[in-house]
């Protein structure tokens, strides 16, 4: 049985002795975050290690016989001289949620030097991977080795002068999966490999097409990729192969093609969206839909906009939020084992400001309408989207959803009320 209280006591004892010796040398020298602070430079330390589990740890579903070609990876930036540090963590995991989300943020941020409230930590939900769970041995040796290799990536952190802002249409890849009847009612799930050909000839429905990328350049050197888009991410899985499917391989084709920068993805409000339009689950698949996607990545790549990027151009704000629940069906879904995390008491929503770009930092599986309202609320912006942070609630769908019915309504443990507490705390972190 593991004690989470001695774990959590000596990981703290070491992110101490770590983070003292990288602000301090032998020699007494003020090194890079205490430098910045005084310089009003803007600095990105980047980082990635392998997050792919062992043969026979427990996948989201399956257990695991093998590895893939590609692994797992989780992959984040620290971003240094605005306030105190501030990270972004993105993994190949299902999901991490709740008490385990809460610890790496609090572990996370002591090997940054910062706050637990300037952590994001965020899933891409590929299905032939892991949930997070600081129960098991596996995470928790993950969770270290981030500590270790951010510590260590502060050494080596890059200036940023200016940031990129471009976005492209993704054709192809994302469809709707709530199919509607006449009667206005969900008549069928386009999960996201469909064999039905009629369900993958009904319309693409409401989707956000637009891949969203943010790059941080150091004058004309690209120092970190950030790209977002919404879609559930899976081709075919149940395989017992960890893999980090379509996204993760868009991901690693951009890598290639600008090799200078960390690429690092976030899954935006797919909640309700996955590729069954276009995937009718053959293999052959997941190479189309990730070309599909980095040609939609390169192309907001080459035609971003570049601007200088100054100390007070970089903002970062939090709204706390409580997510009402469903007391009933909560109790009727867990005497059916469908909860995989109780929910959290409260949630963090981030919006990080980077001149004229906003990314908000959301919890759960949201419906794309959340990130279409955010792009509404702010139209003189480059609003982007992150989902998949804390995963403890599930699904989020709109209050007009509950109302049709459908799949993820029918496993929701929230009430409708979510919509209006998520849309207010959105509008006040997105407000002038």
């Given amino acids: 049985m593991i004690n989470k209280k001695s774990i959590s006591l000596k990981c703290s004892m070491i992110c101490i002795i770590l983070v003292a010796g990288f602000v301090l040398k032998a020699s007494g020298e003020v090194t890079t975050t205490a430098k910045d ?12 290690i392998d997050a792919t ?3 026979g ?5 399956d257990e695991c016989k093998g590895k893939w070609d590609l692994g797992l990876r989780a992959k984040g930036i620290v971003i240094l001289g605005a306030d105190q540090p501030l990270v972004l963590l993105s993994v190949d995991w299902i999901g991490i949620g709740n008490e385990t989300h809460r610890e790496f943020r609090r572990a996370i941020a002591c090997a940054a030097g910062t706050i637990p409230e300037r952590v994001t930590v965020h899933t891409i939900h590929q299905h032939d991977a892991p949930a997070g769970d600081m129960k098991n041995d596996f995470v ?8 270790m290799e951010i ?3 502060l050494e ?21 999966r709530r199919i509607f009847g006449p009667d206005g009612m969900v008549k069928a799930t386009r999960y996201t490999a469909t064999a039905d050909p009629a369900l993958r000839a009904e319309p693409e429905g409401v989707i956000d097409p637009m891949v969203s990328v943010i790059t941080f350049w150091n004058e004309d050197k690209p120092v970190a990729v950030l790209s977002f888009y919404a879609t559930h991410p899976q081709s075919y899985y149940r395989l017992g192969i960890a893999n980090p499917d379509f996204p993760g391989v868009a ?14 993805h976030f899954n935006g409000a797919g909640g309700n969206i996955g590729a069954g339009k276009y995937n009718d689950g053959s293999h052959e698949n997941r190479l189309i839909l990730a070309e599909r996607l980095a040609a939609g ?28 629940v469903d007391s009933v069906k909560d109790a009727e879904l867990d005497s059916k084992v469908l909860k995989r995390f109780r929910i959290s008491e409260t949630f963090d929503i981030g919006c990080l400001s980077l001149g004229n770009a906003r990314i908000l930092f959301m919890p759960g599986e949201l419906f794309v309408e959340y990130q279409l309202a955010a792009k509404a609320m702010r139209p003189d912006l480059y609003v982007a989207m992150a989902a998949y942070g804390d995963y403890s609630p599930g699904y989020i769908p709109t209050a007009e959803a509950f109302k049709t019915g459908g799949y993820e309504v029918s496993v929701s443990r929230l009430l409708p009320e979510c919509e209006n507490i998520l849309m207010t705390a959105m509008n006040k972190l997105l407000a002038k």
């Fill in 53 to 55: 589990p062992p043969v």
């Fill in 156 to 176: 080596n952190a890059q200036p940023v002068t200016h940031i990129g802002l471009g976005a492209a249409e993704v054709e192809k890849v994302a469809s709707n």
């Fill in 140 to 147: 928790l040796a993950v969770l270290h080795r981030i500590e």
């Fill in 151 to 153: 510590v260590k990536s």
């Fill in 57 to 61: 740890y427990r996948l989201a579903y």
């Fill in 297 to 324: 990545m390169k192309k907001a790549y080459d035609t971003s906009t570049k601007a200088a990027l100054s100390q007070s151009a970089v903002n970062w704000r939090t709204e706390t939020v409580s997510l009402p």
């Fill in 37 to 48: 602070a005084v310089n009003s430079v803007i600095k990105v330390a980047t980082f990635d």
């Fill in 251 to 264: 991901r690693f084709m951009r890598q290639l093609a600008v090799p200078d920068a960390m690429h690092i």
